[in-house]
């Protein structure tokens, strides 16, 4: 079964601080990785996809993939009090348009 | 959400009473995603759709039923509804280009009494 795994935290930053959220995957098919944040009451939202290893950046976000360790993780740069929501990390292996949903990860900005 | 409506977006209702969820999309995608959204669950798929009358099982598909019989609506139904269906059901699309991702309804809202 194919698993995505993230620490649901909260993970809490100060304002301005570099946030690092996680997530590892087990299916080594992955190809397609994708960072959704969703807001308390509202429907998922996409802010990053990546599909090579490396870094991919916009903006204050950087998405970094490394698919030897099976892992993505986001950096949200000068974190704001708007960016406390919850990341959800998702994966898509061969074309298959079927993505497989981590928990998410609770991220608090604060003040 | 732009290009994707979901309805209705609240929705109470008695158990055994069957009920349907529509999603209706503007942007002429061909992949159409039911999910459900629980508290420790994260998102689960329900049911998935690659094109008209072509839809597929997700994880979570007992007591569901779809159909899709024009490319912008996907219907999900409950046969009879329980309990345990309460919950928040998004529908998200995808065209599968490129640069593509995932675009999320703005969710319904369902409560089984």
């Known amino acids: 079964q194919k698993e995505v795994e993230q620490n649901s935290g909260p993970l809490s930053v100060p304002e301005g601080a570099i946030a690092s959220l996680n997530c590892t995957y087990s299916?080594?098919?992955?190809?397609?990785f994708f960072w959704y944040r969703q807001y308390s009451g509202k429907s998922p939202e996409l802010i990053m996809s990546?599909?090579?290893?490396g870094d991919k950046e916009d903006g204050r976000f950087t998405a970094q993939l490394n698919k030897a360790s099976q892992y993505v993780s986001l950096l949200i740069r000068d974190s704001q009090p708007s960016d406390s929501a919850t990341y959800l990390c998702a994966t898509e292996g061969g074309g298959s348009y079927i993505p497989t949903f981590g928990r998410g990860t609770s991220l608090i900005v604060h003040p | 959400d732009a290009g994707i409506t979901q309805s209705p977006r609240h929705k109470v209702t008695e158990t055994g009473t069957p009920v349907t969820l529509r999603c209706h999309q503007t942007?002429?995608?061909?992949?159409m995603y039911w999910y459900r959204q629980d508290p420790g669950h994260g998102l689960r798929l329900i049911h998935y759709?690659?094109?008209?009358?072509?839809?597929d099982k997700g994880e979570v598909s007992d007591g569901y039923s779809v159909s899709r019989s024009k490319t912008e609506d996907f219907l999900l139904t409950l046969e009879s509804a329980t309990s345990s269906q309460t919950s928040v059901y998004f529908c998200?699309?995808?065209?599968?280009?490129?640069?593509?991702?995932?675009?999320f309804g703005s969710g319904t809202r369902l409560t089984v009494v």
């Open positions: 299916d080594r098919g992955s190809q397609s």
């Open positions: 759709s690659y094109g008209v009358k072509d839809t």
């Open positions: 990546i599909y090579s290893n």
């Open positions: 998200a699309i995808s065209d599968g280009g490129i640069n593509y991702g995932y675009t």
């Open positions: 942007e002429n995608h061909r992949y």
